[in-house]
T-cell receptor, first 112, second 116 residues
Framework: GQQLNQSPQSMFIQEGEDVSMNCTSS?????WLWYKQDPGEGPVLLIA?????ELTSNGRLTAQFGITRKDSFLNISASIPSDVGIYFC????????????FGGGTRLMVKP | GAGVSQSPSNKVTEKGKDVELRCDPI?????LYWYRQSLGQGLEFLIY????????KSGLPSDRFSAERTGGSVSTLTIQRTQQEDSAVYLC??????????????FGPGTRLTVT
């Protein structure tokens, strides 16, 4: 079945740094979504991408839907402490009944 | 408005017992999904309900897992004869039917299941 490879698996950030993470797929998707999950909570949608090549921003977050429809990246600029959490990419292929395929997550932590 | 709610938030059960997990979707959302998240992992699709259509059960890992959705709203995920490998966070999501933002899935806080 479809698989999403998300990298990096984890990273330490210092306040003010820019952060970048990406997902690649073995298959194409019609929609890419980026979620953030805080401890004890369900994932919360950050950005949704619907067209190949689309570049979308939400505040300090920017995400792009790759031209091949098999990849996406998420950038966070000027990180702040509340950016800590787990970020998941998710792909959706509409003919598959709208169920999401998730990447393994990128855990963002603050440098001590 | 109210988001997706799930109960219980935590459940500890002994191996071999049955458990029921409940999901209340956002009012008016016709689609409902169950996912499982093992520790430190991404989410794994389990089952999908859309309106009155037959559910898509393709993600259920074994016949010990079942789910129903009554009246097109509340859903219950049942795990029979629980095993230790069933320990995970079970997440429910709901969405509208349609294109673009209408199909975005909104998640509940999850039920953390621990099988001892």
């Amino acid at each position: 079945g479809q698989q999403l490879n998300q990298s990096p698996q984890s990273m330490f950030i210092q306040e003010g740094e820019d952060v970048s993470m990406n997902c690649t797929s073995s298959s194409i998707f019609n929609t890419w979504l980026w979620y953030k999950q805080d401890p004890g909570e369900g994932p919360v949608l950050l950005i949704a991408l619907y067209k190949a090549g689309e570049l979308t921003s939400n505040g300090r977050l920017t995400a792009q839907f790759g031209i091949t429809r098999k990849d996406s990246f998420l950038n966070i600029s000027a990180s702040i402490p509340s950016d800590v959490g787990i970020y998941f990419c998710a792909g959706l292929f509409n003919n598959a009944g709208n169920m999401l395929t998730f990447g393994g997550g990128t855990r963002l932590m603050v440098k001590p | 408005g109210a988001g997706v709610s799930q109960s219980p938030s935590n459940k500890v059960t002994e191996k071999g017992k049955d458990v029921e997990l409940r999901c209340d979707p956002i009012s008016g959302h016709t689609a409902l999904y169950w996912y499982r998240q093992s520790l430190g992992q991404g989410l794994e699709f389990l089952i999908y309900f859309q309106g009155n259509s037959a559910p898509d059960k393709s993600g259920l890992p074994s016949d010990r897992f079942s789910a129903e959705r009554t009246g097109g709203s509340v859903s219950t995920l049942t795990i029979q004869r629980t095993q230790q490998e069933d320990s995970a966070v079970y997440l429910c999501a709901s969405s509208l039917r349609g294109q673009g933002l209408r199909m975005v899935q909104y998640f509940g806080p999850g039920t953390r299941l621990t099988v001892t």
